[in-house]
Structure formats: structure tokens, C-alpha cells
């Protein structure tokens, strides 16, 4: 299955992050990750995907 994380950014500096192909617990743990990245959320939908049975998803992420 095809893994894609959707960020936008709104004019005002909003940012919103939609993840598909990542299951449950895994999808919470990007959101995590992401968190860490950019900063606390404000607010959280799940979508059905997120109660799904989870995936093995594999994070490389690089900071410099």
C-alpha cells in the first residue's frame, strides 16, 4: 500500500497534515512524530483509516 502524508500550509500559518496508508497505532505515531517537527496540535480528526488494523510502517527522517 502506497504511504502519502499531505501537509498544507493556509495563508495564515495553519498547517494541516492528512496521512494515508498508514493504520492505527502507527498513524498516531507520525502524528507524534510530526509534533515533534513543527510543533503541538490544535486539533485531531481520524479518519476510518485510523481504525484499521495497523501497518508496519518504516520512518527515515533527517534532520540538519
Do not use: M, Q
Not at 494515508?20 to 496540535?41: H, R, S
Not at 481504525?51 to 520512518?59: C, G, I, K, L
Amino acid at each position: 500500500a502506497k504511504t502519502e502524508l499531505d501537509i498544507s500550509i493556509a495563508p495564515d500559518g495553519t498547517l494541516t497534515l492528512h496521512i494515508e496508508g498508514i493504520k492505527g497505532k502507527a498513524c498516531a505515531d507520525t502524528v507524534e512524530l510530526f509534533k515533534k517537527l513543527v510543533g503541538p496540535n490544535t486539533s485531531k480528526n481520524w479518519t476510518s483509516e485510523y481504525y484499521e488494523p495497523d501497518t508496519h510502517a518504516a520512518r527515515d527522517i533527517r534532520r540538519s
